[in-house]
């Protein structure tokens, strides 16, 4: 069996990847049987946010190297990924995913995804590899989607601004419930609103494993 | 209903609490619907690890301000933990939890408590308020026991090195078990070995899924 490839994109919801729905999406896919490997970009964080106060700091921080907190040191640049080599691919959320993944926060519609993310999830949307987004990561389907000239299906939740916008990037959106996962099955293409919407973790995880599921019926 | 604390130091297994163990136990906590509380110390981490190479960095980083990353930002100093507003305290794992909190990583079984959490743990020890140590962090109860005399039951799993320094600070130590977790009722205990002997994520839950359920039992 090919492992299920999780790509973060920093430790943290405010400069990297959420941890909770990072956690929860190792964890609903280890109950599941299902073997990871994880992976990030080896590249400067956008920006290092105190998690504390809120407040962007003036320190600096390398992705791979912040993600594999989350992953125990076990991960793998993200250059080193091939899609023949793994049975989906999950990006969970935090701003990590709409900043360092991708330039959203500060570009919106006109963002660019960040080059070996983009190569990665053009190839894979193109051969109908099942793609989970969860939360925000979103944004990241719909510019590539844009960039295809697909017209997929996502669900950030029910936030009209950033719905509007990956309706802007030529997707379909559909509002959802935080425990529901929005399944494209022609193209095996999965997300739910996770932190957009939960107001805990029990909640967060509910989508997620939703997700998780939907990813697995696509694998087989 | 009071909350349950969870008591965090830092944010990754090396340097801090370990963010699997962590996570795990803010959701178990919020599937039994009990509300929590997080707080870690306002000091410096004794010290900072790239979790990738796995070697130590000239960096230095606060505890308080690490940890808020996996609180999502809704932590407390743990200077503001009065044990007569909680319902039980949990310690998370993690190399954070037996280097910041303690000094057993330098130290052994002559280490000393982090002095807010050795108020406080001797505080709730007294109390029998229930207490969860998860990983490592049973070396932090023992400590506070030895001071205060009293031979409570803890396990680490089977990793005979550090059961022995258990032993030798005056505690008994039971062989357990990933998905068990060891309940020392007269003393209000729980104690469960997760990443001591976890192989995966859904090993690790196991183990805190009955820690919690424990706890939770203890407190009613």
């Given amino acids: 069996m090919k492992p299920v490839a999780v790509i973060l994109s920093g430790s943290g919801r405010a400069d990297g990847s959420e941890i909770h729905e990072s956690v929860c999406t190792l ?9 990871t490997k994880i992976f990030a970009p080896d590249i400067e964080q956008f920006r290092v946010v105190n998690h504390l106060s809120g407040k962007m700091t003036d320190e600096s921080r390398n992705v791979l190297i912040e993600s594999a907190r989350i992953a125990r040191g076990d991960i793998s640049p993200l250059s080193a990924l091939r899609t023949e080599d793994v049975s989906a691919i999950i990006f969970p959320g935090g701003l990590g995913a709409a900043s360092n993944l991708c ?10 995804v960040e080059s070996t993310a983009e190569k990665i999830l053009s190839k894979a949307m193109k051969e109908r590899i099942p793609l989970g987004f969860i939360c925000i990561a979103p944004v990241l389907g719909a510019k590539i989607a844009e960039k295809l000239g697909k017209n997929i299906l996502l669900t950030i939740g029910d936030d009209p601004d950033t719905a509007g916008d990956i309706e802007a990037m030529g ?13 494209d099955k022609e193209n095996h293409i999965v997300s739910t609103a996770a932190y957009m919407s939960a107001k805990n973790i029990a909640e967060c995880y509910s989508g997620i494993g939703k997700l998780v599921e939907a990813i697995k019926e696509l694998m087989n």
């Fill in 27 to 35: 964890l609903a896919l280890s109950l599941h049987g299902l073997l």
């Fill in 103 to 112: 330039t959203y926060v500060r570009d919106g519609i006109k963002c660019s």
């Fill in 171 to 183: 997707c379909r959106h559909r509002i959802s419930k935080v425990h529901e996962a929005v399944v």
